[in-house]
């Protein structure tokens, strides 16, 4: 166990729908990550918040957008779904903002239909 | 910018036999370098990191890897295989130090035979 927790822990939605998936970090821990992992593309940082901040940001879709929360809690929303955004969804964090090892949560695992 | 190919995307090895998976990556600034694995159904597990310093780095598990800059390589290896290192691994670099984001490699299959 990591210590990161990330809920749903699958999500099955329809097309041109909006979701919300959320993490919270290890305790101590003030940076997040997300992923997006499909078989397709692999393994993709999509975004890092720092504290409340945003960090760094990678592939992420416009129709995608996250924040961190005051209690360091994340959550990432996804909107006007399509098909190809089915894939798992990996949270992470640690304990600076710069170079640290990431402790992963489990995935949401989000299937659209 | 960086990237990181892994050279084979399933690797089959006998119980007890060499386990070598790997890596090349680029990185316009000096890399940092993890290799992470994943079992089925969880998230990815750190097994090492290289930073700076000693480039024979240990790690979990018997894991182990080497820096080796001028063959921009990282490869992951461990004597002699177990049934339970079956899994997913991922390489993967840094090379910018003013944030955490890493890029990842796409992943190798390790299979264990028993």
């Known amino acids: 166990d990591s210590g990161v927790t990330q809920t749903p822990k699958h999500l099955i939605t329809a097309t041109g729908q909006r979701v919300t998936l959320r993490c919270s970090p290890r305790?101590?821990?003030?940076?997040v990550y997300w992923y997006q992992q499909s078989l397709d593309q692999g393994l993709q940082f999509l975004i890092q918040?720092?504290?409340?901040?945003?960090?760094a940001k990678g592939n992420i879709l416009e129709r995608f957008s996250a924040q961190q929360f005051p209690d360091l809690h994340s959550e990432l929303n996804l909107s006007s779904l399509e098909l190809g955004d089915s894939a798992l969804y990996f949270c992470?964090?640690?304990?600076?903002?710069?170079?640290?090892?990431?402790?992963f949560g489990p995935g949401t695992r989000l299937t659209v239909l | 910018a960086q990237s990181v190919t892994q050279l084979g995307s399933h690797v089959s090895v006998s119980e007890g036999a060499l386990v070598l998976l790997r890596c090349n990556y680029s990185?316009?600034?000096?890399?940092?370098l993890f290799w992470y694995v994943q079992y089925p159904n969880q998230g990815l597990q750190l097994l090492l990191k290289?930073?700076?310093?000693?480039?024979l780095v240990k790690g979990i598990n018997g894991f182990e890897a080497e820096f080796k800059k001028s063959e921009t390589s990282f490869h992951l290896t461990k004597p002699s295989a177990h049934m339970s290192d079956a899994a997913e691994y991922f390489c993967?670099?840094?090379?910018?130090?003013?944030?955490?984001?890493?890029?990842f490699g796409d992943g190798t299959t390790l299979t264990v035979k028993p």
């Open positions: 918040y720092y504290n409340g901040e945003e960090r």
């Open positions: 992470a964090s640690s304990v600076g903002k710069g170079i640290n090892e990431q402790f």
């Open positions: 305790s101590g821990d003030l940076s």
């Open positions: 290289y930073t700076t310093g000693a480039t």
């Open positions: 990185s316009s600034v000096p890399p940092y």
């Open positions: 993967a670099v840094s090379g910018n130090t003013n944030a955490g984001k890493s890029t």
